[in-house]
């Protein structure tokens, strides 16, 4: 086999004959040059090994393809692999496609033909080693069947599930993912769900109905494990069902998000007033200054927050840059909140209310009101803001 170096590493044996040998990125600090990392990732893939067949499920991020291979070799032959499963196109599950083909020379590169033709924008493919699957097929490894569910849209056009229904396996790859690379099964994080959460906000709230349609497929399906491509597996799948379930729909809570910006303190004297009346309410609230801030907090909290505070000064006749950024990022990700304030201190001319109303509609949030001040708020101002705190706190409860 031409090994060199065999390192020791931990292969859990995740089911009968289906280990993991993925690779733990313990200090990655950021994901798409966007997403902060606190707890790093992991690019989890899977080998499936049947009584005739092997199959292996996703690959790893580029800089993991020797991990990769020798963990593979640990639990079976890579030269001898027949299949290599591509749930999603994306390089940090796609990247090693052609390393390890050109390693296991008869194997087949198993995927959607959107899947394939996603892939062919990266990567270079073996075209004559490809088998195009749709929903419903299934591959047959002696002992066990890889079936195939067409989950498009999480968070790609072209992803897919495969499942592997005599260990009642899911491999939905990032659907249900967690960015952390602590841990090997959902038991070992007590902070899991906040971390998955995060990477919903992050991955796939954009796509909530998407979500919702692939979670219908699969309600029939009898699942005692997940195994995501992203942080630990669950062996309590309803750990994450439950909460995804409510995600998709869009359900929120008696919750509001204020994200502000504040140069010298008229804005944040604005969203505290806000938020205290909120708060006196009965409102939760969650506060976060923009310039201190990680966004994958932001994220978590857009999640399932009825509301949303965007508190911006004027900074060149619009809105402060970061605070531009948040309202930009806010907008995409297209959270489930109903209600929205905007409240910013100006100078003289002003201009960061009307561009945040230019960025925010159209949109499903009815803004309940916007307050904006020439200088520091005064007494009136203030009264203002609480009496606007007041409605949407009404509003909220409804
Ligand atoms: C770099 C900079 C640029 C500004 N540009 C404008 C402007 O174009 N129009 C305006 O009305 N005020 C402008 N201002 C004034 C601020 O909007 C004003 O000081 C405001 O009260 C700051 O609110 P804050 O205390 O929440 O940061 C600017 C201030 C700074 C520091």
């Given amino acids: 086999m031409g090994m060199k170096n065999m390192k020791n590493y931990n292969i859990p044996e995740i089911a009968r004959n289906v280990f993991w040998v993925g690779a733990k990125d313990w200090n990655r600090r950021m994901f798409d040059a966007l997403i902060p990392l606190p707890q790093g990732t992991s690019y989890n893939a899977y080998l499936v090994k049947g009584e005739k067949k092997t199959a292996l499920i996703d690959t790893v991020n580029p800089g993991f393809e020797e991990e990769f291979e020798q ?41 959607t033909e959107r899947g394939i033709k996603m892939a062919g924008l990266y990567h270079e493919l073996p075209e004559d080693r490809i088998k195009v699957v749709a929903e419903g097929d299934s591959i047959d490894l002696g002992g066990k069947t890889l079936r195939f569910i067409e989950a498009p849209w999480l968070h790609w056009p072209e992803t897919m599930f495969t499942y592997l229904p005599e260990e009642r396996v899911l491999f939905p790859c990032d659907f249900f993912g967690a960015h952390t690379a602590q841990g090997v099964y959902d038991d070992d994080l007590e902070d899991l769900i906040p971390l998955a959460k995060r990477y919903y906000g992050e991955i796939m709230m954009p796509f909530n109905k998407m979500g919702a349609k692939a979670l219908e497929k699969i309600k029939d399906l009898e699942i005692d494990i997940i195994a995501p491509s992203h942080g630990p597996i669950y062996k309590n799948p309803e750990r994450i069902l439950e909460p995804y379930r409510k995600w998709t729909a869009g359900k929120t809570e008696n919750k509001a998000l204020v994200v502000y910006i504040s140069m010298w303190g008229s804005t944040k004297e604005m969203v505290n007033a806000i938020a205290e009346t909120l708060l006196k309410e009965g409102v939760d609230v969650r506060m976060y200054d923009l310039a201190a801030s990680d966004l994958g907090d932001v994220a978590r909290e857009l999640v399932d927050s009825r509301a949303i505070i965007l508190g911006t000064p004027t900074v060149l006749a619009g809105m402060h840059p970061l605070a531009l950024y948040g309202a930009y990022l806010v907008k995409a990700l297209k959270p489930p909140a109903k209600y929205g304030v905007v409240l910013g201190s100006f100078g003289w001319g002003g201009g960061a209310l009307r561009q945040a109303g230019d960025i925010l509609t159209p949109s499903s949030m009815e803004v309940v009101g916007t307050h904006q001040v020439k200088g520091r708020a005064k007494e009136e101002d203030l009264k203002k803001i609480e009496e606007i705190g007041r409605q949407l706190a009404q509003k909220m409860k409804a």
Avoid: Q, T
């Fill in 71 to 111: 963990k593979i070799n640990l639990v079976s032959d890579l030269e001898k692999l027949d299949y290599l499963v591509m749930n999603h196109a994306e390089p940090d599950h796609s990247s090693a496609i052609r390393y390890i083909m050109d390693k296991a020379p008869d194997s087949i590169l198993v995927a």
